[in-house]
């Protein structure tokens, strides 16, 4: 069964501060990515990666900035937390591109920006 | 931005009945269409997803899709507690992205 593991589970930040979420997989995959769940808009992309030193912007990247060292690893970087980026963050993994591949989901991490 | 909107917000059914949810889509160019399921404080996980018009069976679950109409069902038959949860319908619309909707919770009570 694949495995994405995140770290902390839960963080509380404060503005203005940085702040710095991890992700790392045991799958053997090439594409790995970052969400952000929040009540009344549901999970939608920040950046995903499908190779290692390098990143590409999703839907919303305002903000963040995200960091794949190696095939196993990729992190979520917010070098300014501000309130509006209080939420649940979830890191995937999959073989191929999301179309056609089932995404493999970490527990998530909850951060709150006070 | 593509839309995907999910009805009923909630459902709540006795053990052992159908389970019913309805997504629908703003763009026929769709790829797949993945249905996900979240248990509170866990991530989402991949239950069946559909490409083609028609209908899918997997073991309890059957996903039907009619892209003239924009629209995909997910029906859980013999619904069991452990099915409590929410799902999520996911769209594909280019290369590396999946549109959620904000997902029905199904609430299963013996």
Redesign the interface.
Known sequence: EAA?TQSPRSKVAVTGGKVTLSCHQTNNHD?M?WYRQDT??????IH?S?VADST?K??IPDGYKASRPSQENFSLILELASLSQTAVY?C?SSDQ????E???????TKLSVL | ?EK?QQSPESLIVPEGAMSSLNCTFSNSAS??I?WYQQHP??????LI?I?SNGNKKEGRLTVYLNRASLHVSLHIRDSQPSDSAVY?C?V?Y?????T????TRVSVFP
Do not use: I, M, T
């Not at chain 1, 009344?40 to 992309?45: I, N, S, V, Y």
């Not at chain 1, 591109?97 to 056609?100: E, I, L, V, Y």
């Not at chain 2, 404080?41 to 991949?46: D, L, N, Q, R, V």
């Open positions: 994405v594409y990515y009344g808009h549901g999970l939608r992309l995903y499908y590409e999703g839907d979830f995937a591109g999301a179309p056609n089932r995404l493999f989901f970490g527990h998530g | 931005q995907v790829q797949s993945w404080g866990k991530g989402p996980e991949a997803s490409f999520l996911a594909s280019y290369a590396q992205g999946l959620f909707g904000l997902g």
